[in-house]
């Protein structure tokens, strides 16, 4: 078995492709995945840079998402082996073999390949928590969509359109133009433009209906006031705190400083008429039946052509150095994938 470890905390250079010496055995309940794509998630960066406090200790091998087909399975699961897959994983994903928990494990639908399966559980679970489960999103209701390059914004953007919003999306510029054609209404540039002043000249002084914020900080403080009556923000992640490459305490401190920790209380909501909402994925493991229901809907969607997993760039296992700096770089449009 071969697995791509997190070494120490820091850079890209601190993930190494290991041997293990032998491969795994599926314990009770559990089968065992030939992967054949492994999904990275910027968690997995953060995780590298020691900044997620959910990752085991150093040295560790990430990865919450992969595809694959089963070769072997712990008595009474017989039935799984041959059949190709998409699994979650809690940690260890980033291997060329994995044993799951069979309640992890999600039958691919016929014709889904595993590079578009890989790319899935995270992003799209996420997405489906936000906009469906918590924000509740609405015909003609306007979404902003932050980070709408990434592989979570790509999903939202799918899902949002399909339930008939109007999608504002914030994103580095380069990516304009193939998010406009991947079905983003306005398209923000927040690295040049003030995106509250911005969005709200794009909706006519009104604000928005619901946010989906994975940046953080200050961020989270111009996205509450921009928020329209009744409106929503999700606060899904901390992207802010990755200002470089490697872990910086300043930057970190920084971020943290700008949080709006006292703004968001029950009385300010009440009078605003205005909702604040978090996702963590990673902490709904035990919620798991509720997924497998998302994971129905969101598999017909896929059949539908709703749902459509872009992928921005493969890389193989001895290259995971570079897929990491791809993300940080921001160059990626959609997800990116680990292959052995
Ligand atoms: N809570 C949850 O359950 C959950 C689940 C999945 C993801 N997330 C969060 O959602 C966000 C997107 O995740 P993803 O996996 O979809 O990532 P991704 O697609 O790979 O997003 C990477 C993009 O984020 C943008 N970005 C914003 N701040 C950045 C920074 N400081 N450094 C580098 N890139 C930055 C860049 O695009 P632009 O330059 O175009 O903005 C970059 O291309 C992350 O914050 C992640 O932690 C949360």
Redesign the pocket.
Known sequence: MRQIWITRAGPPEVLEVKEAASDPEPKSGEVRIRVEASG????D??GRMGLYPDLPPIPVVPGYEVAGRVDAAAAGLDDWVGRDVVAMTRFGGYADIVCVPVKQLFARPAGMSALEGAALP??YF?AW?LIVVMGGLKRNETVLV??????????ATQIAKHLGARVIG???AA?HAELRALGVDDLID??TEDFETRARQITGGRGVDLILD???GESWRKGYRLLAPAGRLGA????????GKARSLIGTLTVLGRIPWFQFNPLGLMGANKGVF???????WGEIDRIREWADRLFDLWKQGVVKPKI?KTFRFNEAVQAHHF??????????LLVP
């Open positions: 990275v998630n910027f968690a960066i953060l995270v992003n996420t928590q932050h980070s709408a390059g990434g592989g979570v914004g790509i999903a914030t994103a580095s990516k927040y690295r994975p940046v953080g899904y992640g901390l992207s802010a705190a990755a200002a978090g996702v963590n994925l990673g902490h709904m921005a993300i940080q770089d921001r160059r990626n449009i959609g997800k990116v």
